[in-house]
């Protein structure tokens, strides 16, 4: 697979896995010794560093006294160059995440990268095994990966610093549930706080984290994301797109935006916010476990969350895709056995509630999180998600053939990340053109990518792979909608 299949193959769905998870520090951990014939383990989780040692491999290795682990947690990009490294040379771990590599799981998949587990023991049977999906975790009838985490999420939680909403006279418990009531808490912290405080941070030099952002703001205002799954057709260009945008460049205009919001990142953005510069950050889940990992005072000082405010008080649902698998078995692998018994661990309640206790994104069995020794803010984080998010469909779960497009689509710039950006730092100020613009280059390249799949490799697919004509925008796409699409 080359560098342009990769790349061109990434949704949302792995970009917000990049990001996620990008609180690693390139750091070797070893559990249970690290001999050349150890158990290869690599991720890039770094909040879940003490919980997988304790509560995974400590007590594997404890019952299995043969079987050393060895962990290598790195930074997302690090970890995808290395993957890649690992793949020709011969050298890849026995169990890795995805992070990094840009692409579906299917591509991988049909590339040969994993084996599959489900005979090596017994997902279909554990408690995750209704969240198992055909074309996600799924291939041709042999399970090769679980959902460790839940689909019910979002990136674009606010998350507010309640020292210094106290201080400008605001009420934490007083949600702002319209955008204007959050751009009303945002001017006054940043007038109520003294200098050097703004209202919010947007961390805008990385376009994958604006993308995110005015996606679900879009959803927030009744898009139904990217694409309508009505018609299947690209919906970039839906009035809710501009408006959210629109909603950014006033947060501009106000002067409620740390100034230093366009040269940060999003771990740059979270230790700003974290120093007290700023009152509100809107991110993921995991925002409260990487400062509890790397600014732990800023969580002694109080963290609360907010459900994602909508243009109107009348609520509409955001949308995500059911969850990917998170860690495969390589097919290099010898280990295979003690590999898939290991995972099936992480099936289980009791480590799904350890794994809800280290505060990332939300494990596969949210329901854990109410009994979980969590802080209280992300507890209400979880219990949002509930109310906010819906299941959409999987255009690859219904159709085989769909991920060969994804994996043949290249990138198209500007993206709604690049025009953002653009609108931002003032080089553009035609939203509707660029969104327009992007929308049609988007179909034409899908439309390219169909037409080499089906000519060149015989696949038989079209854009009706798209269309999920009896989606319930109140309810999630479930298994069972699927069978009866």
């Given at each position: 697979m080359g560098r342009r299949q990769f790349i061109g193959g990434a949704g949302a769905a792995a970009l917000a896995a990049a990001l996620a998870g990008c609180t690693g520090g390139g750091q070797m951990s070893r559990e249970s010794g690290g001999s050349s014939g150890s158990?290869?383990?690599?991720?890039?989780?770094?909040?879940?560093?003490?919980?997988?040692?304790?509560?995974?491999?400590?007590?594997?290795?404890?019952?299995?006294?043969?079987?050393?682990?060895?962990?290598?947690?790195?930074?997302?990009?690090?970890?995808?160059?290395?993957?890649?490294?690992?793949?020709?040379?011969?050298?890849?771990?026995?169990?890795?995440?995805?992070?990094?590599?840009?692409?579906?799981a299917a591509a991988l998949v049909s590339e040969?990268?994993?084996?599959?587990?489900?005979?090596?023991?017994?997902?279909?049977?554990?408690?995750?095994?209704?969240?198992?999906?055909?074309g996600m975790h799924r291939f041709d009838g042999e399970i090769y990966s679980f959902p460790m985490f839940s689909g019910r999420w979002h990136e674009a939680v606010p998350w507010y610093n309640t020292a210094l909403l106290k201080?400008?006279?605001?009420?934490?418990?007083?949600e702002p549930a319209t955008w204007d009531d959050l751009r009303d808490v945002a001017r006054r912290l940043t007038k109520g706080t003294g200098d050097g405080v703004y209202g919010i941070v947007v961390p805008s030099k990385e376009t994958e984290y604006l993308q995110f952002l005015v996606n679900r703001l879009a959803m927030t205002a009744g898009a139904p994301g990217g694409i309508d799954w009505t018609t299947g057709a690209y919906a970039y260009d839906a009035q809710q797109?501009?408006?959210?945008?629109?909603?950014?460049?006033?947060?501009?205009?106000?002067?409620?935006?740390?100034?230093?919001?366009?040269?940060?990142?999003?771990?740059?953005?979270?230790?700003?916010?974290a120093a007290g510069q700023a009152g509100v950050y809107l991110w993921g889940a995991w925002f409260i476990g990487g400062l509890r990992v790397d600014e732990p005072e800023a969580v002694e000082r109080g963290?609360?969350?907010?459900?994602?405010?909508?243009?109107?008080?009348?609520?509409?649902?955001?949308?995500?895709?059911?969850?990917?698998?998170?860690?495969?078995?390589?097919?290099?692998?010898?280990?295979?056995?003690?590999?898939?018994?290991?995972?099936?661990?992480?099936?289980?309640?009791?480590?799904?509630?350890?794994?809800?206790?280290?505060?990332?994104?939300?494990?596969?069995?949210?329901?854990?999180?109410?009994?979980?020794?969590?802080?209280?803010?992300?507890?209400?984080?979880?219990?949002?998600?509930?109310?906010?998010?819906?299941?959409?469909?999987?255009?690859?779960?219904?159709?085989?053939?769909?991920w060969q497009v994804?994996?043949?689509?290249?990138?198209?710039?500007?993206?709604?990340?690049?025009?953002?950006?653009?609108?931002?730092?003032?080089?553009?100020?035609?939203?509707?053109?660029?969104?327009?613009?992007?929308?049609?280059?988007?179909?034409?390249?899908?439309?390219?990518?169909?037409k080499v799949v089906r000519e060149e490799k015989g696949v038989e697919v079209d854009t009706k792979a798209w269309v999920f004509a009896n989606w319930d925008r109140k309810a999630d796409y479930d298994q069972q909608a699927y069978a009866e699409r």
């Open positions: 158990l290869q383990w690599w991720d890039q989780f770094r909040p879940l560093t003490k919980m997988l040692q304790d509560d995974l491999f400590g007590p594997y290795t404890k019952e299995h006294p043969g079987v050393t682990i060895e962990r290598r947690q790195m930074d997302v990009p690090d970890l995808g160059q290395a993957l890649q490294v690992g793949r020709r040379s011969n050298q890849m771990p026995d169990v890795h995440s995805l992070a990094g590599l840009g692409t579906s040969s990268w994993f084996q599959p587990i489900g005979k090596l023991a017994d997902f279909k049977g554990s408690p995750v095994g209704e969240f198992l999906y055909d201080q400008a006279g605001a009420d934490p418990e007083e797109y501009a408006d959210a945008i629109e909603f950014l460049i006033a947060l501009q205009t106000d002067k409620v935006v740390h100034p230093a919001s366009p040269s940060m990142g999003a771990r740059d953005a979270r230790a700003r916010w963290v609360g969350t907010w459900h994602i405010p909508c243009p109107e008080k009348s609520r509409n649902f955001v949308y995500s895709p059911p969850q990917s698998g998170t860690f495969w078995v390589s097919s290099q692998s010898k280990r295979a056995k003690d590999a898939a018994d290991l995972m099936l661990q992480m099936t289980t309640k009791e480590f799904q509630a350890r794994l809800a206790a280290a505060m990332d994104q939300p494990p596969a069995l949210a329901d854990v999180v109410e009994e979980a020794e969590v802080h209280p803010a992300y507890r209400q984080c979880v219990a949002n998600f509930q109310d906010d998010v819906r299941i959409a469909p999987a255009p690859e779960v219904a159709t085989p053939g769909v994804l994996a043949e689509m290249r990138d198209v710039h500007p993206n709604l990340g690049d025009i953002v950006q653009s609108v931002l730092t003032g080089s553009t100020t035609d939203v509707a053109g660029e969104l327009r613009r992007y929308t049609d280059a988007m179909s034409a390249e899908r439309e390219r990518a169909i």
